[in-house]
């Protein structure tokens, strides 16, 4: 069905270019002539529904205040419900593909299913502009990067490599036990934290991992070392909530600190959160409270429309928008051609926005600032507050890339525990 739809495409948009060329069609009127179909992957249903929520937010937000129009062409958003599952993307996918021409991607949330449709994005050759997926294993193992992807946001150990080093180096921590949700995202997130906190002298003592849709934490909460310095958190959805509720119900919120991804107390979960998260250390490219001009303005758009504060589901898609307004404007709205489209996401570079800068390596993931951030209460609302920040960051951190490259890809046994007791 690829190859088809294929030749359809390549053969009409030939025409189109031709009668520009000849000075038929000027490419000012071939770009206001039609809609462009944006693709989006979100998850309505399940238990990342929360996050997906978020993202709906975002995109729906940067179209607003566009008004529904990138460079010249209205734009036609045609959504798709994955469910968080593998194989539910990779059917929507298709169908965005196949059935409604979309000529660009914005999503998927979750990292499993932003791999899951890896292969048929190569195939497929639609640019997907990923908001939230946070996968760094398609980067690994000998396989060649997927052109057709571009992170709109870093990975999972993007952040969780500094935080490992705060933990260590800053907090002085020494022995931490991990737990952390059974999936792609918790594996790579715990990764980058194990191997940055002990190349800086500490010990990954214990690691934990509940399924991702478990609702009751008590089996593993009973199971933590009550000798250790600190535990890491890595969890999804409202993964996060649950756990710390629960973690202070068994009486260890004021006995063991809490250090965690950027998702475990994002904003969006955070606004239902209570003294449980008081004190919770995480690490991410953004925060509510994120002091810039850009970031102001953006806050308060999602307060006045929303009537709660964005958090990174919400930033990441409203920076994937940016994304493709950017490309779209050096195209001057000309979408022709999927390989110079593609060619021009992966080449952009966002000053100004939510995050901040944002600037794609040679891999097509961004260079960007990571905050380390604690829950705090102000003004009687539990924020984000930043503690201190680390710019610049890369996903190869401080490791040599290419070495980086040939190792094994971070997942739920590399780097080996070999301190676990």
Known sequence: M?????KRTVSRRTVLGFGAAAGLLPAAAWAESEPLKLGFLTVSTG????????????????????????????????TADTG????????????????????????????????AIDDYLRQGQVPLITPTSAASLDLRGGREVNPWLIHAVGTAPQVTHPLGEY?????????????????????????????SFEDNG???????????????????????????DAVYIGFAGVNGLRFLKQYAEYGLHDKIPVLGNTTSTDEGILRVMGDEALGVVTAGWYAASLQSPDNYRFVEAIRVT???DPGFYTAGTYSAGLFLEAALTALKGDTSNPEALRGTLRKTWIVNGPIGSIKLDAYGTPILDVHIRKVERRNGRLVNAIVTTYHDVGQFWKYEPRQFLTEPPYSRDYPPAKHLE
């Open 306 to 308: 929303y009537g709660h």
């Open 2 to 6: 690829i190859a088809a739809r294929r």
């Open 84 to 115: 968080g599952l593998p194989a539910q993307a990779k059917t929507k996918t298709q169908e965005l593909v196949e059935r409604s021409n979309v000529q660009v991607i914005i999503g998927p949330l979750a990292t499993y299913e932003a791999l």
């Open 202 to 228: 500490g010990k990954i003592v214990q690691k934990l991992w509940p399924p991702l849709s478990v609702t009751d934490y008590g089996t593993f909460i009973a199971q933590i070392k009550r000798d250790v």
């Open 47 to 78: 238990p990342l529904a929360a996050g997906g929520k978020q993202m709906e937010e975002g995109l729906l937000q940067f179209l607003k205040e566009r008004n529904g129009t990138l460079a010249g062409r209205k734009i036609e958003l045609v």
């Open 167 to 195: 933990a260590a180096k800053t907090l002085g921590y020494k022995r931490v036990a991990t737990v952390a949700d059974d999936f792609t995202y918790g594996h790579e997130g715990v990764s980058g934290f194990q191997r």
